[in-house]
């Protein structure tokens, strides 16, 4: 490259090396969601959490009890 006369020559190639070498910030990915440790249902050795108490069967008269008249959904007379 021959300089100009006027002194106003650019350097190309110092100034893409300048740019090659600037360190890219990285960026947090915007979709991404936090991972939860805790093991899955699918996971090797996952193994189901033992339950606090059974759920207490309802009563036969479960909706006389409360005023209500039994339900009569599926009965044909």
């Given at each position: 490259?021959?300089?100009s006369v006027d002194?106003?020559?650019?350097d190309?190639?110092?100034?893409?090396?300048?740019?090659?070498?600037?360190?890219?910030?990285q960026?947090a990915?915007?979709?991404?969601?936090?991972?939860?440790?805790a093991?899955q249902?699918?996971?090797?050795d996952?193994?189901?959490?033992a339950?606090?108490a059974?759920?207490?069967?309802p009563?036969?008269?479960?909706?006389?009890?409360?005023?209500?008249?039994p339900?009569?959904?599926?009965?044909?007379?």
């Amino acid at each position: 490259v021959e300089p100009s006369v006027d002194g106003s020559d650019v350097d190309l190639a110092m100034i893409v090396e300048r740019l090659r070498n600037v360190p890219k910030p990285q960026q947090a990915m915007a979709f991404a969601e936090t991972v939860d440790s805790a093991r899955q249902a699918g996971d090797p050795d996952y193994k189901k959490p033992a339950t606090a108490a059974p759920r207490p069967q309802p009563d036969d008269d479960f909706d006389t009890r409360y005023g209500l008249k039994p339900s009569t959904f599926g009965i044909r007379s």
